[in-house]
């Protein structure tokens, strides 16, 4: 009987179990389709059961996230911490999360506790004990208890002693697997040549950052710069622990000259994020770090040697100055995954219907930086639960990691609409109205927010700034002295309280409001404030004491000595202002703008020798920094670069101008168009702009209304002049959005007058060098225009037209020669139909000091090679990619190209003005969006990884010209791929998910092309001899009834002709198809019936072969004509070449581009012809046989029982014809073209 019940009870609470575990499984599925209501009342009740209490506790912290209370996030938290054996691994999940600790400064006395409680913990690994002490330690830098903050950092225990470098090149991360020379050069005594050739050794720094973590933006502009720091350990004996370090950006780690860690990928993670196996021997040990940022926007790390737990290995001491130690040539290190990765890591593979462990896992991964392993897991969460709005939150952050705007936006606007009563998409909301000035919306959601909240301090923000913008003052000043009373410690409070007291108040104490929030919190910006207000009363010593005090609390911060220098110099104190700007030198000796600042103290003292040689060193290491290239000119008592030009007489210009009509045939003309560009020796060049034209018809008006300034982001503009001048000499000034004018009250007969400077930054090894094109030939004709080039003695460079040279007037200008090319009185190109591109056509200029192409590949083989490495990303998913399959090359290539041109969406953004610079791998493969170098630098990173030769290859498309390009430069606007297996080259384009495999577009083929290679050393055309041919074949049966034509129709289509059918219909419904097709059969036909439409291979995802086939079904409709008895029509050639394809007119100016005809490779199409019963052709369809050198036509016909049989085929064979050659061709042409409408009777 006992035996039953136990048996019984066993039963029962198995059951009892199985029903709660369903019961939490229930909660989070209510959680994560939003319904929180219904979870939060779940979770509750099961968190009154012990043994599921933990798990609710946990699931009802992160609702409270998601909620926004952070308050309840904490303490629901902290039930789980107090009943949970195992906390730590959820710690390191929620760190920064409001379950745990949200703020990066102060922290609330609660969570104080708490990591007070970390800290004593011993049995946790030391990373967390690290961390705490961190958290510990900012709270009271930030509350200005320094005592208790360099106590707690101190229990951190990292290495703070270092030698450091200054930079080297890692533009686009090219120089993080160079083997440059610190790496094998550790003593003192060593020179190194880094980035702008600057040599430098390794060096002390005088002060560290009071966090802990080294930081190298305080030493050296640390952007796109591979830095390196080395310390060396004294070890009592031979030890072996583990190496922690945490890093913002890339890093590899040596210890005795064995690399134990290396990560490619740049992120922002925390301490202890890397960890490594270490070996110390006995006596001293070198520890050397290398750290690069491209893209990381940071440069630091934070190292710890400890014990297998985490803790600070004992007995060890280190020092920056170098020491003989013993290169490890035995020890294996082993990378070392944290504890609290595996502990979830294991939880899910357990469970993977566990939502919650997913999530903590997903969460960890997210705080140290990674997105393509919490992508994944957050991904398959949002197939089951597309519209939760905790899923999207997550996604959001990782949009946000990875700088994917339209991603993060899309998301918000899916919560705004699936959740519209959440939190988040009430404040959302609630930001919305505010920015479209829709207050008494804004102030409806806001008391929404109230009635959850209650006053809080966001509420009452809201309240001011929805006051302030309805300009309600009594309102804003009564909520003002609330939220300061209330909130004292809120910047934002503060701040408005002292602008109350100063602005409206008129109090001349109000910068006492910002002396007290000073008093307790640490805040350089707002420090600036008051400073800024000592000085404004005259009170210099005050604000100086500010800056002062900053100083003695942080002498790390070049930054407050650069800026306390700048006011000594103001107040002329030019000795303490020397002293305060060398200070900042000794911290960062390779920051150009601080010898700026030394040459215009120097300079301020009359002290010219020594203003000079700063000024010098601040180009030697900026060349581009122009102030300092002006203010060394005025020194030396040079001219203006520009006053060695002949400046325009705008106002002679427009009174010379030619009158409307002189210029019958024309809409405007160029008065002026002018170029002034000075190259300097040492790198660096900038750029005047003129151009002066006249209105002369409306048509010209609407051409001209607005303008937009062409530049690119590795460019300054600065717009000096942009006016409409009318016929009493009245000036308008335009309109002006960054780059684009509008020229408002513009008519005919007025003048717009622009002028604008442009500075060149190019970095890198394009830094010293100049390229740019100046067309002599317009649309439009001009009366003046003009090139003239400034440039240094000692720059050598090239100058080449493309059509006629221009003779060169050169002239001595000092330490410069003077080029000037000028033309006058062009009449302008009339356009000619199907002309070529104005790049061929005009007459250019082009200049380049870039001594060959094959420099060009070198440049950007630096930048993209070192993207296409190999990454955790892309290893990942060629294994997922080709498991288990055994491919030879040529189909692994195409099944690269099949997964990024279904899954990477092509983003089209200008080659030069998104940057040069392609995105790694990485990212693209985790935002799932990319531009034409980001999607072929991704296919260049997998075939490498599973070993297919590939290269990156820049075109220049052909719609900018063929004989373009004709001396070196970087003006490519479009990037493809190559790939050669058995000696056989394929070219890739890769932006488009319609193109088959090694396809392209007859408009691609002939384009000049740079492969990127060590033998590029000229443009070569694009000519890929594999490609598909782009070819279109159909099979037509016409049935000639009443007046109507019945057709039936099969069409194959290959290369691109199958991606532009694929283009049009894929993603329409079967209906939308037919209404597709009807409307494209109605340019011909308006009088048609569309019947049926299918296809194969439509879809690229699922289709079986790149060749696309088509079945149609449609009616023309009274398509034959009754005359005389007969019936006249034509044949219904759906590649017909229509009669306006081409007008030629005499005289032609220009050859013919064919590429503007010929779409296909090749067409070829049969109709079978029924007519009615009793009836047949008065005569036979005229046979046509055309063979040259562009392009071979044929039609014929023969009878087949009741039908006729038609036949046509077009090769195209060679894309231009000569001017010479026009009238022959359309001769021919025009034979081709009656042949396809010849009209045809039966009776």
Not at 274 to 289: P, Q, V
């Amino acid at each position: 009987m006992k035996k039953t019940i136990y048996s019984l009870s066993i039963s029962l609470l198995l059951c009892f179990s199985a029903n709660a575990q369903n019961s939490l499984k229930s909660a989070w599925e209510s959680f994560l389709k939003n319904d929180t209501e219904a979870a939060k009342k779940s979770f509750e009740e099961l968190a009154k059961q012990p043994q599921f209490a933990n798990d609710a506790n946990l699931s009802l912290s992160l609702l409270a996230e998601l909620e926004q209370k952070n308050d309840d996030a904490f303490n629901y938290f902290q039930k789980f911490y107090v009943g949970n054996k195992n906390v730590e691994p959820y710690l390191s999940a929620l760190w920064r999360s409001p379950a745990v600790n949200s703020s990066y400064s102060k922290i609330r006395p609660e969570a104080m506790l708490l990591m007070n409680e970390i800290v004593k913990n011993k049995s946790f690994d030391g990373s967390l004990n690290a961390m705490a002490s961190s958290v510990i330690g900012k709270h009271y830098l930030n509350v200005k208890k320094t005592a208790e903050s360099e106590k707690a950092f101190a229990q951190i225990g990292n290495l703070d002693h270092w030698l450091i470098t200054s930079t080297f090149e890692n533009i686009s991360t090219s120089g993080f697997d160079k083997n440059y020379a610190p790496i094998n050069h550790p003593q003192m005594d060593a020179k190194f040549t880094g980035k702008k050739n600057v040599e430098f050794g390794w060096r002390k720094v005088p002060y560290l950052k009071r966090e802990k973590w080294f930081d190298f933006t305080f030493y050296d502009d640390s952007y796109n710069a591979i830095l390196f720091a080395q310390t060396f350990v004294n070890a009592p004996s031979e030890i072996e622990g583990q190496l922690r370090i945490g890093v913002s950006g890339s890093v590899k780690v040596w210890v005795n000259d064995q690399l134990i860690i290396t990560e490619a990928e740049e992120r922002n993670n925390d301490l202890d994020s890397y960890i490594s196996t270490l070996k110390l021997n006995k006596g001293y040990n070198r520890i050397l770090i290398q750290i690069g940022e491209s893209y990381a926007g940071n440069s630091n790390f934070m190292l710890r040697l400890t014990d297998n737990n985490g803790y600070p290995i004992p007995g060890l001491t280190h020092i920056n100055e170098y020491q003989p130690y013993q290169k490890e040539e035995s020890f294996k290190a082993q990378s070392i995954t944290p504890k609290a990765y595996a502990y979830f890591k294991n939880l899910v593979a357990a469970d993977t219907t566990n939502y919650l462990n997913q999530l903590l896992l997903a969460k960890l991964y997210l705080r140290d930086d990674f997105v393509f392993e919490p992508r994944i897991i957050l991904e398959k969460l949002k197939q089951k639960f597309p519209e939760s709005t905790y899923l999207n939150t997550l996604m959001i952050t990782l949009h946000s990691k990875e700088d994917n705007r339209t991603g993060v936006e899309t998301l918000q606007e899916q919560i705004k609409t699936s959740d519209p009563q959440s939190t988040y998409a009430l404040r959302l909301t609630y930001s919305d109205y505010y920015n479209q000035e829709n207050y008494d919306k804004a102030e409806e959601i806001m008391m929404q927010l109230e009635k959850r909240f209650g006053e809080d301090e966001d509420i009452v923000s809201k309240k001011i700034g929805i006051s302030g913008k309805r300009n309600e003052q009594d309102k804003v000043f009564s909520l003002v002295e609330k939220a300061y009373k209330n909130w004292p410690n809120n910047r934002n409070f503060s701040y408005v309280k002292y602008i109350l007291e100063k602005e409206v108040k008129k109090n001349s104490q109000a910068e006492g409001v910002l002396v007290k929030y000073l008093n307790d919190n640490e805040d350089y910006e707002y420090a600036t404030v008051l400073a800024s207000a000592y000085f404004n009363k005259g009170n210099s010593k005050g604000g100086l004491d500010v800056y002062l005090e900053k100083l003695k609390a942080d002498p790390v911060s070049t930054g407050i000595y650069s800026d306390l220098s700048e006011k000594f110099y103001a107040l002329q104190k030019y000795d303490k202002a020397e002293e305060y700007i060398n200070k900042a030198i000794a911290l960062a000796p390779y920051i150009g703008s601080y010898y700026h600042t030394l040459g215009k103290i120097y300079e301020a003292r009359k002290e010219n020798t020594k203003a000079e040689e700063a000024y010098k060193k601040s180009l030697s290491l900026n060349p581009n920094y122009y102030d300092a290239i002006e203010q060394l000119r005025r020194l030396k008592k040079n001219k203006d670069v520009f006053s060695y030009f002949e400046q325009p007489d705008v106002v002679a210009i427009i009174k010379n101008a030619p009158k409307a009509q002189d210029y019958p045939d024309d809409h405007s003309v160029i008065l002026n168009e002018e170029v002034q560009s000075v190259v300097y020796e040492n790198g660096g060049s900038e750029e005047k702009h003129f151009f002066t034209a006249k209105i002369l018809t409306q048509k010209g008006l609407e051409t001209y209304k607005q303008y937009n300034i062409s530049y690119n982001s590795d460019q300054n503009l600065n717009v000096e002049i942009a006016e409409t001048i009318k016929s009493n000499g009245s000036k308008t000034p335009a309109e002006q959005s960054d780059n684009q004018l509008v020229f408002t009250n513009l008519e005919v007969g007025d003048v717009i007058n622009i002028r604008y400077k442009l500075r060149n930054y190019n970095v890198g090894s394009l830094a010293s060098h100049f390229w740019t094109s100046f067309y002599f030939s317009h649309g439009t004709p001009y009366v003046n225009t003009k090139f003239s080039l400034l440039i240094s003695k000692n720059k050598k460079f090239n100058h080449k037209f493309s059509l006629s040279e221009i003779p060169v007037l050169k002239t001595d200008a000092d330490e410069f020669d003077l080029y000037t090319w000028k033309a006058e009185k062009n009449a302008g190109m009339t356009y000619e139909d199907k002309m070529p591109p104005l790049d061929d056509v005009a007459n250019i200029l082009y200049l380049s000091t870039i001594p060959d192409w094959q420099f060009v590949a070198d440049w950007y083989n630096n930048l993209a090679t070192a993207k296409a490495r190999s990454s955790y990303e892309i290893k990942t998913l060629v294994n997922e990619l080709f498991a288990g399959q055994q491919l030879n090359d040529t189909q692994k290539i195409k099944k690269i190209y099949q997964y990024i041109t279904q899954n990477i969406s092509y983003s089209s953004v200008s080659f030069r003005q998104s940057g040069i610079v392609p995105q790694s791998p990485a990212t693209v493969i985790n935002s799932r969006i990319g531009d034409c170098k980001d999607v072929s630098t991704l296919f260049v990173a997998m075939c490498k990884q599973v070993g297919i030769d590939a290269e990156l290859v820049l075109v220049r498309t052909r719609d900018n010209g063929q004989n373009t390009l004709l001396l070196p430069s970087i003006d490519f606007n479009h990037c493809i791929a190559k790939t050669n297996v058995n000696g056989i080259e394929n070219y890739i384009e890769l932006t488009s998910n319609f193109l088959p495999f090694s396809s392209f577009n007859n408009q691609d083929i002939g384009a000049p092309i740079l492969p990127i290679n060590k033998n590029s050393n000229q443009l070569i055309k694009l000519q890929p001899k594999n490609r598909v041919q782009n070819r279109m074949s159909y099979q037509t049966k016409v049935t000639i009834k009443d007046a109507n034509m019945y057709i039936t129709e099969t069409n194959f289509c290959t290369g691109s002709m199958a991606s532009s059918i694929r283009s049009s219909y894929k993603d329409l419904s079967v209906k939308d198809q037919l209404k597709k097709m009807k409307e494209e059969i109605s340019a011909r036909f308006p009088d048609n019936e569309a019947v049926s439409l299918s296809f194969e291979n439509l879809d690229p995802k699922t289709s079986v072969s790149d060749t696309l086939k088509a079945t149609s079904a449609y009616n023309l409709l009274k398509v034959c004509k009754p005359v005389a008895g007969m019936n006249i029509f034509s044949l219904p050639w759906t590649t017909a070449i229509p009669p306006s394809s081409l007008t030629i007119t005499d005289p032609r100016h220009f050859g013919i581009d064919l590429i503007q005809l010929f779409w296909a490779d090749r067409t070829d199409e049969q109709i079978e012809l029924s007519f009615p019963e009793g009836k047949k052709l008065m005569e036979g369809i005229k046979p046509l046989s055309i063979d040259n050198e562009y392009f071979s036509y044929k039609l014929n016909s023969f009878p087949k029982g009741n039908t006729v049989i038609v036949k046509r085929e077009l090769i195209f064979k060679k894309d231009f014809v000569t001017k010479e050659k026009v009238n022959d061709f359309n001769a021919q042409y025009k034979q081709a073209v009656e042949a396809d409408n010849q009209q045809l009777a039966y009776k």
